[in-house]
Structure formats: structure tokens, C-alpha cells
């Protein structure tokens, strides 16, 4: 089959379209033909060198994908061959062809194109782990998504919204302020030209928020504690500021009995994943199809411009998700 491959880890120049084995499934999986995939941040990780895939995951690159299954395991019975599928992958989904386990493949709801499906899976269960089950967001309480223009942001948002939040407040570039607040953000902060901590302290008379979903880390990690109201449950994703602290003050933490939870969903069990992929499931895809949900597409282009995909996506120019369509042969 084909697929994108790595000539060494570096630049985005290093991708190329090369031959690699089609998968087999295994007794409880199922051989879908790939139609569409999306970008990651840890795509780029990966292609640099510094996340290495799960032990026993595809080499390829993709963390998700949408297709039709062209074979099913001896041991599947909720999937036949010709079903529309999408859903989480620990990799391979750049490629023509990609195996699943059963239990973490989902229907593609009728209303959802192949590549509208393929934007949903990673950064929507990202978003749902992190607001639902580590964020435990109640109805009326407040929460700050860091980066709310980004593919789990925006994510967020439409969860928050859905979860009967009271302020969605998010920080972004003004370019992306209108997209945000389309989605559902009620305060929208330009982290470029503003202070989120002076602006949230305003927005909530000094309260603060309950939740906070950050992807920056160290630089924000100070001001992220000061906005948090006692109980307050700060969720790490990522580390895209830095990972050390210089000096920070333990005893804030204590006084406001603050929880900090850091996650990553690719590294989990396969049995998290896939009780994960339920309850995403259960909540999200009536939501899907009558459009309380949407999946946020920056763009979608043929998989053979993946190159110029990946620096758009690394230069921080897109609005949601990158899509790659996978062209047929």
C-alpha cells in the first residue's frame, strides 16, 4: 500500500509518499481503507524524533482516520465488511489502508463526510478526557480553555457548551476570536496583547474559574493557579512553553486545594481507549447528528501536499483540524 514516510526525523521536507506492508487485522480488529486522516501536534513530535510511537503501534504516522472496512477478524461481530467507520488509531493512519480494534471503531454518523468524520476522533476525545472525565466540569461552572482555536480548543468549547458551562472563557490570536465565539466562548482573550490572568480575574469579579484546560505549560503554570477558585482542577496536555519552573510557591496549591491532572491519551491502555471510546460515543454522536456538535476544519488537501500541511499546522496559521484526503491510487 502506500503511505507517508519518514526519510530521517527533522523538517517537514523529510515526509515522502513510499510503499509499506498492508496491515492484517488480528482476530478482533477490522481492515479499513482509509479515506481521510487529520494532523496532530504529536504527528510533528514524531516526525522530529521525540514521540516515538507506543511499543507494537504503526511506524506510520496518524492518530486517526475514517474509511469503509474492506476485512473484519474472525472474532468481530459488530462490524462487516462495507461498514463507514472512524476512530482513534496509537498510528498508521497516514496510509491507504488501517487496522482497528473493533470496539474502537464508531459509525459515521450519515450527515458526515469522510473527511468531516476524520477530524473528530483525537482531538474530540482528547477534549472530552480532559473537560468530562479529568476536569469533571459541572452545569454553571466556569472554565478556561487555553489555546480555543486550536483542534482540541475548539473541541473544548463545544463540550463546555454542551456540558451547560457558565463562562467559557478561551485565549487565542484575534484572528481567531470569531471562530471561537461561534463555537460557543462567551470571553475570548488575545493571549498576544493581553494578560489572561488580569483579564479572567475581570471577567469573574476575582472569582476565578473551576477548570483549566492548558496546553502551554511553564510559562502559564503560575497565572493558570491564580485563576483557579479554591477546588480548582488544572488539566495539562501538553508542553508546548516549556516544562521547568524556575521558583513557584507550593503553598497556593494547599491553600485552595488545587488538583492538577496531566494526561496523554495516545500513551493509555487499550482498554482505557476503548472505555473511553464508549462513553465519547454515548454522549457525543446523537450530538453529531443533529449538529449540537461539529467537527472545526481548517482545510482539507490531498494527501500528497502533506509536506505544505504540516508546516501550516507548525506556523500556527490553522483554525481546527488539517485534513488529509487520501487520493485513490
Known amino acids: 500500500m502506500k503511505a507517508i514516510l519518514i526519510k530521517s526525523f527533522g523538517k517537514a521536507d523529510q515526509l515522502y509518499m513510499g ?27 514524531q516526525r522530529e524524533g521525540k514521540y516515538p510511537p507506543p511499543e507494537g503501534a504503526s511506524l506510520i504516522l496518524g492518530l486517526e482516520m475514517s474509511g469503509e472496512i474492506m476485512e473484519v477478524g474472525a472474532e468481530v461481530e459488530k462490524w462487516k465488511v462495507g461498514d463507514k467507520v472512524f476512530g482513534l488509531l496509537p ?19 450519515d ?18 478526557q480532559a473537560v468530562h472525565w479529568l476536569g469533571k466540569l459541572q452545569p454553571s461552572e466556569r472554565i478556561l480553555i487555553h489555546a480555543g482555536a486550536s483542534g482540541v480548543g475548539t473541541a473544548a468549547i463545544q ?56 496546553f502551554i505549560a511553564a510559562p502559564y503554570f503560575e497565572r ?48 482505557y481507549q476503548i472505555r473511553l471510546t464508549r462513553a465519547f460515543a454515548e454522549f457525543a454522536i446523537l450530538r453529531f447528528q443533529d449538529g ?3 467537527p472545526v476544519i481548517d482545510q482539507v488537501v490531498d494527501w500528497n501536499e502533506v509536506k505544505t500541511a504540516h508546516q501550516r499546522m507548525e506556523s500556527n496559521q490553522n483554525t481546527g483540524k488539517i485534513v488529509l484526503k487520501i487520493s485513490e491510487s
Not at 482542577?233 to 507550593?250: K, P, S, T, Y
Open 224 to 271: 493558570n493557579i491564580s485563576v483557579l477558585r479554591t477546588d480548582g482542577r488544572l488539566i495539562m496536555l501538553a508542553l508546548l512553553g516549556g516544562a521547568h519552573l524556575e521558583q513557584f510557591n507550593l503553598g497556593n496549591l494547599l491553600r485552595k486545594r488545587i488538583q492538577i491532572l496531566a494526561s496523554t491519551l495516545r500513551s493509555r491502555s487499550r482498554e
Open 159 to 214: 463540550l463546555a457548551k454542551a456540558m451547560q458551562a457558565g463562562d467559557i472563557i478561551v485565549t487565542a490570536s484575534q484572528a481567531k476570536h470569531n471562530t471561537c465565539q461561534d463555537l460557543g466562548a462567551h470571553y475570548i482573550i488575545d493571549y498576544k496583547n493581553q494578560d489572561f490572568k488580569k483579564e479572567v480575574k475581570e471577567i469573574t469579579d476575582g472569582e476565578g474559574v473551576d477548570v483549566i484546560i492548558d
Open 91 to 109: 498510528g498508521g493512519g497516514y496510509a491507504e489502508y488501517a487496522v482497528i480494534h473493533q470496539d474502537m471503531a464508531m459509525a459515521i454518523p
Open 111 to 128: 450527515n458526515l463526510s469522510f473527511e468531516e468524520a476524520a477530524a473528530i476522533p483525537e482531538v474530540f476525545m482528547t477534549a472530552f
Open 19 to 45: 510503499e509499506y506492508q498492508t496491515p492484517k487485522p488480528a482476530m478482533d480488529e477490522v481492515l479499513v481503507k482509509v479515506r481521510a486522516t487529520a494532523l496532530n501536534r504529536a504527528d510533528i513530535l
Open 292 to 294: 449540537r456538535l461539529r
